[in-house]
């Protein structure tokens, strides 16, 4: 259940940044990316022995960015700043 509050919190913070941002794709793909660090980061110390469920909801998340945006340059920067946050 929580997963799933993540999906939908996830991409409605990202429909939010994209406006208020004017869809500007580097600091939307960072502060989405950082946002998404922090989630997932979150979930894994959450449930440690299993971490498929925190995975998959954000390759889910991952996945329907992309298919709203089609911008690789917005999924690169995302997936970059992940792995920083």
Do not use: C, Q
Not at 45 to 55: E, G
């Amino acid at each position: 259940m929580d997963n799933i509050i993540a999906i939908g919190l996830g991409l409605a913070l990202r429909s939010v940044i994209d406006f208020v941002t004017d869809s500007d794709y580097r600091l939307t793909g960072t502060l989405v990316g950082l946002w998404e660090g922090f989630v997932l980061s979150h979930f894994l110390h959450k449930n440690p022995r299993n971490p498929n469920d925190a995975y998959l909801a954000l390759a889910t998340r991952f996945v329907i960015d992309f298919l709203l945006t089609n911008s690789l340059v917005r999924f690169a920067l995302t997936g970059a700043w992940t792995l920083v946050g």
